[in-house]
T-cell receptor
Framework: SQTIHQWPATLVQPVGSPLSLECTVEGTSNPNLYWYRQAAGRGLQLLFYSVGIGQISSEVPQNLSASRPQDRQFILSSKKLLLSDSGFYLC???????????FGNGTRLTVT | GENVEQHPSTLSVQEGDSAVIKCTYSDSASNYFPWYKQELGKRPQLIIDIRSNVGEKKDQRIAVTLNKTAKHFSLHITETQPEDSAVYFCGPTDSWGKLQFGAGTQVVVTP
């Protein structure tokens, strides 16, 4: 069966520090991968999605970036965090576009 | 891009009553219509979905209805229970096949 791992679960970082969140999927090949952000009490905002290695599409301009160095690995990064980057970051995968999304457990990021 | 609106934003129901949440979308190319449930502090989980060739789908106390002409689909929960309390998100696909979520509906079921 397929599983998705996301870490860390929680993270507290100072403004201006770098960020690296990692997500891996097991039990499937060539999944579509997504990064979503959820501000406190708000909806799910799509940040990046990828349909294959090295193929990244950005949905919202920001100081974040994403990379997919391996088929089942998706990384969210920032060189300098802003206070507004605080939120709940969710990685997700799907078999194809327009099929069910399976979310990881999320990373709660607090930028201080 | 896809413009998704969800109504109501909050819904309070008595245990045993029904709850209905409506989701409207703008992209006529959308062909996949899921609903997700998110409990506090947890990840969203798929509870029911429908594709554009079907008008209604039911799974025990949960149902989804689709009106593609009017570009809206709804989540119906019957005989609500306290464990149905959560935030519910609709997420129709856009023309690129990506899920774009609504702002969510906070459902509170009171005993």
């Amino acid at each position: 069966s397929q599983t998705i791992h996301q870490w860390p679960a929680t993270l507290v970082q100072p403004v201006g520090s770098p960020l690296s969140l990692e997500c891996t999927v097991e039990g499937t090949s060539n999944p579509n991968l997504y990064w979503y952000r959820q501000a406190a009490g708000r909806g799910l905002q799509l940040l990046f999605y990828s349909v294959g290695i090295g193929q990244i599409s950005s949905e919202v301009p920001q100081n974040l970036s994403a990379s997919r160095p391996q088929d089942r690995q998706f990384i969210l990064s920032s060189k300098k965090l802003l206070l507004s980057d605080s939120g709940f970051y969710l990685c997700a995968w799907s078999d194809t576009q327009g099929s069910p999304l399976h979310f990881g457990n999320g990373t709660r990021l607090t930028v201080t | 891009g896809e413009n998704v609106e969800q109504h109501p934003s909050t819904l309070s129901v008595q245990e045993g009553d029904s709850a209905v949440i409506k989701c409207t979308y703008s992209d006529s190319a959308s062909n996949y219509f899921p609903w997700y449930k998110q409990e506090l502090g947890k990840r969203p989980q798929l509870i029911i979905d429908i594709r554009s060739n079907v008008g209604e789908k039911k799974d025990q106390r949960i149902a989804v209805t689709l009106n593609k002409t009017a570009k809206h689909f709804s989540l119906h929960i019957t005989e609500t229970q306290p464990e149905d309390s959560a935030v519910y998100f609709c997420g129709p696909t856009d023309s690129w096949g990506k899920l774009q979520f609504g702002a969510g509906t906070q459902v509170v079921v009171t005993p």
